[in-house]
């Protein structure tokens, strides 16, 4: 690899760790304002992206031990957050599903960074863009990969 190169593959590795600790700290920031966690908070993130889940899924998708999981939904339900309801093809099974009145109360305090990333990805072309999404899901995906990685060896 050539020495320029290295210096950027070193700058993007700099730049994702910053952007994921200010990421995390926003997130803290939002929590504290809902009387949440952090991991709360990413918990209500996978039922608004994927619908709603089972207890069993939401550990699997979060890597968070069942017991954890139950004790969380019973405390975001305790909150209003989530509602346990039946699930529509096996009724052994419930679902943890937002209450979207609670949720819309929160909306506003993602206001100041949505507006700037749309105002960030004008600053892009569409080429510039599909990039850009072309990296940040494939570091996504090996961060889930690396934190199922971690969660099986602390399990075992």
């Known amino acids: 690899?050539?020495?320029?190169?290295?210096?950027?593959?070193?700058e993007v590795l700099l730049r994702s760790?910053?952007?994921?600790?200010?990421?995390?700290?926003?997130?803290?920031?939002?929590?504290?304002?809902?009387?949440?966690?952090?991991?709360e908070t990413k918990v209500l993130d996978?039922?608004?992206?994927?619908?709603?889940?089972?207890?069993?899924?939401?550990?699997?998708?979060?890597?968070?031990?069942?017991?954890?999981v139950t004790a969380m939904i019973d405390r975001l339900e305790g909150k209003g957050i989530v509602n346990r309801e039946p699930h529509p093809d096996d009724r052994r099974k419930i679902l943890i599903a937002l209450d979207l009145r609670s949720i819309e109360s929160g909306v506003?305090?993602?206001?100041?960074?949505?507006?700037?990333?749309?105002?960030?990805c004008d600053r892009y072309t569409e080429d510039e863009l599909r990039t850009i999404i072309g990296?940040?899901?494939?570091?996504?995906?090996?961060?889930?990969?690396?934190?199922?990685k971690l969660t099986a060896a602390t399990n075992e």
């Not at 992206?49 to 069942?66: I, M, V, Y």
């Not at 506003?108 to 960030?120: A, C, F, I, S």
């Not at 990296?135 to 199922?148: C, D, G, I, K, P």
Request: cysteine-free.
């Open 46 to 68: 996978y039922l608004a992206r994927f619908g709603s889940q089972t207890p069993k899924e939401l550990a699997r998708l979060s890597g968070l031990a069942p017991a954890s």
């Open 108 to 120: 506003h305090l993602w206001d100041h960074l949505v507006k700037g990333m749309h105002e960030l």
């Open 135 to 148: 990296f940040v899901r494939t570091a996504t995906t090996l961060t889930h990969e690396s934190t199922e």
């Open 17 to 39: 760790r910053e952007l994921s600790t200010e990421t995390v700290m926003f997130h803290t920031a939002i929590a504290a304002t809902r009387g949440l966690s952090a991991v």
């Open 1 to 10: 690899m050539s020495s320029e190169r290295t210096k950027l593959v070193e």
